[in-house]
């Protein structure tokens, strides 16, 4: 594993916000009162309502003297108007995009920097799943399209994830910027420990380069006891995820999934993910299909350890894509985040061996057509992760 791997730290305080109602007013109203410092790193940022009002509260803090740095995915920021970016950098936010597109670099397009963190005055956090567009949060109707949480933090984790960002920032000057600069932190990945409260950790992927985010996932998940409860919009994961899934079920672990329903904005990549169904149905693995809207988020509760954040555990996420999850031990945030789940389970339909049987024709056409192309880019990418 290339790469720094960031330690557990103690004394931090979570909240657990749930969908852009929620999280974006208290991220707006705090870059409205920093002080000295803003950093904002995303994926998805789109012309809108939503990109309206934090497009203003970037400029009003840049026009009082505030510090504010802005790294945006190129691919995931083509719809972010010249308007908007011509007014950002007018007011004095630097601004910086990962890896612009450019033809004759070919396949390396496909690196896209996938986090969402938001960082004020280098003392409180924001890290979860959310883009800036009118899907995640509408001010004017104060509503949300697409079902997301965020992770508000305070404590010594924020410094690593500043650490995080500055590290990125400055890499990101380079061609290359998916690789991993100068070392700090663990030379190896800590174990998790095993009862606490307000205990965290930056977790992360460097495409390709360091995957601590996917060790330890599947560390959590060969070494439960009483439940792992798994919630991912693009079901697509690696084969030591599932075979971890697999087994934990076959120990009689409560193993649930909470998946996308029919609302989705990829409906291939829904499909592409049905072909893991059968086998993970037959172990005694539980699938969930969220109904009420799209499901975005990225959480993970194994017992007493969650992990929020950007990154869905895929096989393509994980070998091309920048992630970064907050892994927690604390008894609040646990709650919060089992009661969401509780939540989102009876808002879902159930899936089982019986309906997976009766499926129409079609469906199984789009399955089987999907899933040969999964199949296909797995074997090419020929990682048994």
Not at 101 to 126: C, S, T
Not at 180 to 209: C, K, M, N
Not at 321 to 326: P, R
Not at 346 to 366: G, I, K, M
Request: charged share 25%.
């Amino acid at each position: 594993m290339a790469g720094p791997v960031f330690p557990w730290r103690s004394g931090n305080q979570f909240e657990l916000l749930i969908d852009g109602p929620a999280f974006f007013p208290p991220m707006l109203t705090a870059i409205a009162r920093a002080e000295f410092q803003v950093d904002l790193e995303l994926y998805l940022v789109e012309a809108g309502a939503c990109a309206e009002a934090m497009v203003q509260a970037l400029v009003s803090a840049a026009e009082r003297g505030v510090q504010v740095r802005c790294l945006f995915d190129d691919y995931g920021s083509l719809a972010f108007t010249l308007g908007l970016r011509q007014r950002l950098q007018a007011a004095g936010v630097e601004l910086r995009w990962y890896n612009r597109l450019r033809w004759r670099r070919g396949f390396r397009n496909l690196y896209r920097d996938h986090r969402k963190i938001l960082l004020v005055d280098q003392a409180v956090a924001w890290v979860g799943g959310t883009g800036v567009t009118d899907e995640f949060w509408n001010p004017g109707e104060n509503a949300s399209d697409w079902h997301e949480v965020m992770v508000q933090m305070q404590g010594p984790l924020v410094a690593d994830w500043q650490m995080l960002f500055d590290r990125q920032w400055r890499a990101n000057l380079r061609r290359v910027a998916w690789r991993p600069p100068t070392h700090f932190g663990l030379p190896r990945l800590p174990r998790a420990p095993a009862s606490g409260e307000g205990l965290g950790r930056v977790a992360y992927a460097d495409a390709r380069q360091h995957r601590d985010i996917l060790q330890s996932l599947v560390r959590a998940l060969n070494s439960s006891q009483r439940r792992i409860w798994l919630a991912t919009p693009y079901f697509l994961p690696t084969w030591k995820v599932r075979r971890a899934l697999r087994r934990a079920a076959s120990r009689g672990i409560d193993v649930r999934l909470l998946l996308t329903g029919p609302r989705t904005d990829h409906p291939s990549v829904r499909y592409a993910g049905h072909r893991y169904y059968p086998r993970l149905l037959r172990a005694g693995v539980k699938i969930f299909e969220y109904q009420p809207c799209f499901l975005h988020l990225k959480m993970v509760a194994v017992d007493d350890w969650v992990s929020i954040g950007s990154c869905n555990f895929d096989h393509w996420n994980l070998r091309f894509n920048l992630e970064a999850n907050v892994e927690a031990i604390d008894p609040l945030l646990n709650q919060a985040v089992s009661e969401s789940f509780v939540r989102d389970f009876a808002l879902s339909r159930e899936v089982n061996l019986d309906d997976w049987r009766a499926r129409p024709l079609w469906r199984r056409v789009q399955q089987r057509l999907w899933g040969w192309l999964d199949r296909l880019v797995v074997n090419l990418l020929d990682r048994r992760d």
